[in-house]
């Protein structure tokens, strides 16, 4: 796929509503790795959401422990497209639990020019954003 083609499907995939849906499906998902009562909900999450997502494009995909043994596991993802091309490494964590009251954290609202606003997807190290580095490929 070109890059001028893989603009198109971006915003095509954006225009028609299926980023939002996407979105609001992930986000109600209740997320909370270090509430052990969201372990199931977490589990399915990284498993049928995230990795089978990254999978169908083009990753390798593993879930891990968490060593400390009190939160949930860590997925990895690893994607080579050329060793010599700089890597790009995200990383998301779990959301704050901390709620105003009234608040609905796994429903996601659309606010101002179309705007997306919940839990998982405001924070600014949220699991659907996260945060995204560009690594040298040098050392």
Not at 19 to 32: G, K, M, N, S
Not at 43 to 70: H, W
Request: net charge negative; charged share 25%; aromatic share 8%.
């Amino acid at each position: 796929m070109s890059r001028a083609q893989a603009i198109l499907a971006a915003e095509r995939y954006f225009d028609q509503g299926r980023f939002f849906d996407e979105l609001a499906r992930r986000v109600a998902i209740p997320t909370e790795s270090q509430d052990p009562a969201r372990a199931g909900a977490l589990a399915q999450y990284l498993e049928t959401e995230l990795a089978e997502s990254l999978e169908r494009m083009g990753f390798d995909c593993r879930i891990v422990p968490n060593p400390s043994g009190k939160y949930g596991p860590f997925l990895l993802a690893e994607r080579i497209e050329d060793p010599n091309a700089p890597t790009v490494l995200s990383y998301g964590h779990a959301a704050d639990r901390a709620h105003q009251a009234g608040e609905r954290p796994f429903e996601p609202a659309a606010g101002h020019c179309h705007a997306a606003s919940a839990n998982g997807a405001r924070s600014t190290a949220a699991p659907t954003a996260g945060r995204y580095w560009m690594v040298s490929g040098e050392s």
